[in-house]
């Protein structure tokens, strides 16, 4: 019989022990995740369409902060796991270093145990198209639900240690769950934290909108358990019903028939109370007030651990990201200002729609935030720029290793998943005798070499940058060609390609759906029905820039898109019905399916450093929300010639980069 699930919570708790530490111990031996910046984004949104005026020399401190030199908030694209590592072992290349017992607040909304489909809504011209997750993002989801509640506890109890181990001595941890999991997140944190570094149980009740139900009273509330690293923590007391957020109301003064009160910034409006304020103002001071004066020190109630004055995010239109577990700002400015204080370092794992960094930002503290889902990573990206928040680095992991397929049962019955891939590509393997590596095969009657990259890891640069390699010595070398079948791509992949482009090497990207393909009809049904494709990277193109000199000496760069190719639209998670809609969109307005571009005009062929960007929903240029504007002047001290990038991220999370040669 099978055991129950708080029979299975000794086994989790020590599984999940075992594989910390394994991963505190690699990291101790000098194994390190790495982090790769995609961008160095230094807020500055169009506003006013065609014209965008001078774009500011980027100051010296951003250009060190890449050194060492000042701190940079993170925007990371990642496995949360995975982006903890890298964060306990330090980021050498931007000068962070280890973050072990140097964070100050953690805040984590994760995944409820609600089994959620988790597509995302993709508004287009003229359609709607739901987005199914992206293959890294499927493999995450699956570790996480295959023994339901089992894998979810498996799943937070490993994160959970690691984030004990980046808080600070004077740290706290806020982790927001509902009732599908709550009592068991409890017993674990009690595990980890302990049970005297247990805070608070804060009830969010979030009113409006009930429904009746047929079987249970409506469910209106989550759970937000705090628990401290040690006895001495960071805690302010916090008040609400402040009104104009002061602490205090000013005199408010008869009018001139002695009978109506007149207010200002005032409370009450009991006549009586009001007279026994003046009364006593004029006792203490001798006086009558003026209008400057205080009479009433308003504080407002101290806020206990039954939180009803946050309402939810349906109820505030001017908040609404379209991301569907968005938190309000005011749950997260309450949590921030009672746990940390200005210069603190916030973090949160599970960064959804990034209110946690938002609000951080607005409160004077550094931030940290991350989250496996590209749509989660648009959205935060599009949010800060909105918000014009200081300069951050937007980065990426830099390598998946763990192979989550591999631990997966239901993947384990398609075997060797890169002979599976290589067959269905035309490839034949090598055998053991000849290449260890069963990443890599070659066509039949052919010179042309394949190498089949990992489900679970990103295509970058690197990828490529080995499979040349292996094109001019495995084996002897002498191979014609090498074409790397890949699953998601890192933002650099477009520019090794360029690098490469004399090194025949071609860059292909698997059916993202293949994996449902294949448990759904075999590989042998599969290879039979010949309907696998490979597609090459989609890819952007931009027209000549064009460069003319104004009357202060300036060059006035002019930049416009010309056209976005995306892969076929088989090779994006989608079904069938919206695979057509997406298909007639790129064929009548293709540059709608840009989400986001930016640009860089003066790429220093290392970092790319976003000093302009433009995405959809930006409609202080125009009144087109689900369009970007593809053309911009930026003005710019003269240069004889300089390289200008611009980079697109299209509304699935593709990303393109296009370096232009231009001389003035």
Same mark, same amino acid.
């Given at each position: 019989?099978?055991?129950?699930?708080?029979?299975?919570?000794?086994?989790?708790?020590?599984?999940?022990?075992?594989?910390?530490?394994?991963?505190?111990?690699? +990291?101790?031996?000098?194994?390190?995740?790495?982090?790769?910046?995609?961008?160095?984004? +230094?807020?500055?949104?169009?506003?006013?369409?065609?014209?965008?005026?001078?774009?500011?020399?980027?100051?010296?401190?951003?250009?060190?902060?890449?050194?060492?030199?000042? !701190?940079?908030?993170?925007?990371?694209?990642?496995?949360?796991?995975?982006?903890?590592?890298?964060?306990?072992?330090?980021?050498?290349?931007?000068?962070?270093?280890?973050?072990?017992?140097?964070?100050?607040?953690?805040?984590?909304?994760?995944?409820?145990?609600?089994?959620?489909?988790?597509?995302?809504?993709?508004? /287009?011209?003229?359609?709607?198209?739901?987005?199914?997750?992206?293959?890294?993002?499927?493999?995450?989801?699956?570790?996480?639900?295959?023994?339901?509640?089992?894998?979810?506890?498996?799943?937070?109890?490993?994160?959970?240690?690691?984030? %004990?181990?980046?808080?600070?001595?004077?740290?706290?941890?806020?982790?927001?769950?509902? !009732?599908?999991?709550?009592?068991?997140?409890?017993?674990?944190?009690?595990?980890?934290?302990?049970?005297?570094?247990?805070?608070?149980?804060?009830?969010?009740? =979030?009113?409006?909108?009930?429904?009746?139900?047929?079987?249970?009273?409506?469910?209106?509330?989550?759970?937000?358990?705090?628990?401290?690293?040690?006895?001495? =923590?960071?805690?302010?007391?916090?008040?609400?019903?402040?009104?104009?957020?002061?602490?205090?109301?000013?005199?408010?003064?008869?009018?001139?028939?002695?009978?109506?009160?007149?207010?200002?910034? $005032?409370?009450?409006?009991?006549?009586?109370?009001?007279?026994?304020?003046?009364?006593?103002?004029?006792?203490?001071?001798?006086?009558?007030?003026?209008?400057?004066?205080?009479?009433?020190? $308003?504080?407002?109630?101290?806020?206990?651990?039954?939180?009803?004055?946050?309402?939810?995010?349906? *109820?505030?239109?001017?908040?609404?990201?379209?991301?569907?577990?968005? %938190?309000?700002?005011?749950?997260?400015?309450?949590?921030?200002?009672?746990?940390?204080?200005?210069?603190?370092? @916030?973090?949160?794992?599970?960064?959804?729609?990034?209110?946690?960094?938002?609000?951080?930002?607005? /409160?004077?503290?550094?931030?940290?935030?991350?989250?496996?889902?590209?749509?989660?990573?648009?959205?935060?990206?599009?949010?800060?720029?909105?918000?014009?928040?200081?300069?951050?680095?937007?980065?990426?992991?830099?390598?998946?290793?763990?192979?989550?397929?591999?631990?997966?049962?239901?993947? *384990?019955?398609?075997?060797?998943?890169?002979?599976?891939?290589?067959?269905?590509?035309?490839?034949?393997?090598?055998?053991?005798?000849?290449?260890?590596?069963?990443?890599?095969?070659?066509?039949?009657?052919?010179?042309?070499?394949?190498?089949?990259?990992?489900?679970?890891?990103?295509?970058?640069?690197?990828?490529?940058?080995?499979?040349?390699?292996?094109?001019?010595?495995? +084996?002897?070398?002498?191979?014609?060609?090498? &074409? @790397?079948?890949?699953?998601?791509?890192? $933002?650099?992949?477009?520019?090794?390609?360029?690098?490469?482009?004399?090194?025949?090497?071609?860059?292909?990207?698997?059916?993202?759906?293949?994996?449902?393909?294949?448990?759904?009809?075999?590989?042998?049904?599969?290879?039979?029905?010949?309907?696998?494709?490979?597609?090459?990277?989609?890819? /952007?193109?931009?027209?000549?820039?064009?460069?003319?000199?104004?009357?202060?000496?300036?060059?006035?760069?002019?930049?416009?898109?010309?056209?976005?190719?995306?892969?076929?639209?088989?090779?994006?998670?989608?079904?069938?019905?919206?695979?057509?809609?997406?298909?007639?969109?790129?064929?009548?307005?293709?540059?709608?399916?840009?989400?986001?571009?930016?640009?860089?005009?003066?790429?220093?062929?290392?970092?790319?450093?976003?000093? !302009?960007?433009?995405?959809?929903?930006?409609?202080?240029?125009?009144?087109?929300?689900?369009?970007?504007?593809?053309?911009?002047?930026?003005?710019?001290?003269?240069?004889?010639?300089?390289?200008?990038?611009?980079?697109?991220?299209?509304?699935?999370?593709?990303?393109?980069?296009? &370096?232009?040669?231009?001389?003035?």
């Amino acid at each position: 019989m099978a055991k129950s699930l708080i029979e299975e919570l000794p086994r989790i708790a020590s599984e999940g022990r075992q594989e910390a530490q394994r991963i505190i111990e690699r +990291l101790s031996s000098g194994t390190r995740i790495g982090l790769q910046t995609n961008e160095l984004v +230094l807020p500055r949104k169009d506003v006013s369409g065609f014209f965008r005026g001078q774009v500011p020399n980027i100051p010296n401190a951003f250009n060190a902060a890449l050194d060492g030199g000042t !701190w940079m908030n993170r925007l990371v694209y990642g496995d949360n796991l995975l982006t903890m590592q890298a964060l306990l072992a330090g980021d050498p290349q931007t000068g962070l270093p280890s973050l072990r017992g140097k964070v100050d607040l953690i805040y984590i909304d994760p995944p409820f145990d609600s089994k959620a489909d988790y597509r995302t809504k993709v508004v /287009l011209p003229g359609v709607d198209i739901q987005q199914k997750p992206t293959v890294v993002e499927q493999f995450a989801y699956a570790d996480t639900w295959e023994e339901g509640t089992i894998s979810y506890l498996k799943m937070i109890y490993k994160r959970l240690i690691l984030m %004990k181990e980046l808080l600070s001595d004077t740290g706290t941890v806020y982790v927001h769950i509902d !009732w599908h999991i709550d009592s068991y997140v409890k017993i674990m944190l009690d595990d980890i934290f302990g049970k005297d570094n247990f805070r608070d149980q804060i009830i969010w009740y =979030y009113p409006g909108g009930i429904k009746a139900v047929p079987h249970y009273f409506p469910r209106k509330h989550d759970c937000i358990y705090c628990y401290s690293k040690t006895n001495n =923590y960071v805690f302010n007391n916090q008040r609400k019903g402040i009104e104009d957020n002061s602490l205090y109301s000013r005199w408010i003064k008869y009018s001139e028939d002695g009978e109506t009160i007149t207010y200002k910034n $005032f409370p009450r409006t009991d006549k009586v109370k009001f007279d026994m304020y003046v009364k006593r103002f004029i006792s203490q001071n001798k006086r009558e007030p003026k209008d400057e004066d205080v009479i009433y020190r $308003f504080e407002g109630a101290l806020v206990d651990d039954v939180w009803d004055d946050c309402p939810a995010v349906f *109820r505030l239109l001017n908040e609404k990201t379209g991301y569907s577990t968005q %938190k309000p700002a005011s749950l997260l400015e309450r949590i921030i200002k009672a746990s940390s204080n200005e210069g603190d370092l @916030v973090c949160d794992f599970f960064g959804g729609s990034g209110t946690t960094a938002a609000v951080a930002e607005k /409160l004077g503290r550094r931030w940290i935030t991350c989250d496996i889902g590209k749509p989660a990573s648009l959205v935060m990206r599009k949010r800060f720029i909105d918000q014009e928040v200081n300069p951050f680095l937007y980065q990426s992991i830099g390598d998946y290793q763990k192979e989550a397929f591999h631990n997966n049962k239901k993947l *384990r019955r398609v075997g060797d998943l890169s002979q599976v891939v290589l067959g269905l590509f035309g490839a034949l393997p090598f055998s053991p005798e000849q290449v260890s590596d069963r990443n890599f095969g070659y066509v039949k009657g052919t010179r042309n070499l394949v190498m089949v990259d990992s489900p679970n890891r990103l295509t970058t640069a690197a990828t490529v940058r080995r499979a040349v390699e292996a094109k001019a010595s495995l +084996l002897g070398g002498d191979w014609d060609k090498v &074409i @790397v079948l890949g699953w998601n791509f890192a $933002f650099d992949i477009s520019q090794a390609i360029e690098k490469y482009k004399n090194s025949n090497v071609e860059v292909l990207v698997i059916p993202p759906d293949l994996l449902d393909k294949l448990s759904k009809k075999g590989f042998k049904k599969l290879i039979a029905d010949k309907t696998v494709r490979f597609s090459s990277l989609q890819y /952007l193109v931009v027209n000549p820039v064009e460069v003319t000199v104004n009357g202060n000496g300036e060059d006035e760069l002019s930049i416009s898109l010309s056209n976005y190719v995306l892969l076929s639209p088989d090779n994006i998670p989608l079904d069938d019905k919206d695979k057509e809609k997406l298909q007639q969109v790129m064929e009548q307005d293709p540059l709608s399916l840009i989400e986001y571009w930016s640009i860089d005009p003066d790429y220093d062929g290392d970092t790319f450093r976003s000093t !302009w960007q433009d995405y959809r929903e930006n409609v202080d240029n125009d009144s087109d929300p689900l369009h970007c504007v593809y053309s911009t002047r930026l003005h710019m001290p003269h240069k004889a010639e300089r390289k200008v990038c611009v980079k697109a991220v299209d509304v699935f999370g593709f990303e393109s980069q296009v &370096i232009l040669d231009v001389k003035c």
